[in-house]
C-alpha cells in the first residue's frame, strides 16, 4: 500500500495565498504523475493540476495563472502553490499518485485523505 500524506490547508482570506504539500511513503510504486484534485460541496470531484516525471503540467481553467503545480513526482513528492485564492476554491483538496505497483506492475492511483481549504470573501 502507498500511503499520500497531505499539509498546508486552512482558512484565509480571498486574495490570499496558500501551500499544499503531498509526500507518498509505503510499498514500492513506480510514480508516473502526481495531481492535485477539489471536491466542493454537492460537486464532484475535479481536477486542479497535475504533474508528470517529464515536468509538464495541466491546470484546470479555473486556476490558471493562479496556481502553480511542482514537485519531484519520481521521489514521491508534489506541492500546489495558490495565489489570489477565491471564494470559489473553497473545497476539500486531496492529493493523487498514479503509476505502477511493483512487483506486481498493476496500474493504480493512490489519494490521500483530503485537507480542507475554505477561502472567506
Known amino acids: 500500500q502507498v500511503q499520500l500524506v497531505e499539509s498546508g490547508g486552512g482558512l484565509v482570506q480571498a486574495g490570499g495565498s496558500l501551500r499544499l504539500s503531498c509526500t507518498a511513503s509505503?510499498?514500492?510504486?513506480?510514480?508516473?504523475?502526481m495531481g492535485w484534485y477539489r471536491q466542493a460541496s454537492g460537486h464532484q470531484r475535479e481536477l486542479v493540476a497535475r504533474?508528470?516525471?517529464?515536468?509538464?503540467?495541466d491546470y484546470a481553467d479555473s486556476v490558471k495563472g493562479r496556481f502553480t503545480i511542482s514537485g519531484r513526482t519520481a521521489q514521491g513528492t508534489v506541492y500546489l502553490q495558490m495565489d489570489s485564492l477565491k471564494p470559489e476554491d473553497t473545497a476539500v483538496y486531496y492529493c493523487?499518485?498514479?503509476?505502477?505497483?511493483?512487483?506486481?506492475?498493476?496500474?493504480?492511483?493512490?489519494w490521500g485523505q483530503g485537507t480542507q481549504i475554505t477561502v472567506s470573501s
Open positions: 493523487s499518485a498514479h503509476g505502477i505497483t511493483i512487483p506486481t506492475m498493476r496500474q493504480m492511483t493512490y
Open positions: 509505503g510499498s514500492p510504486f513506480s510514480i508516473n504523475n
Open positions: 504533474i508528470s516525471n517529464g515536468g509538464s503540467t
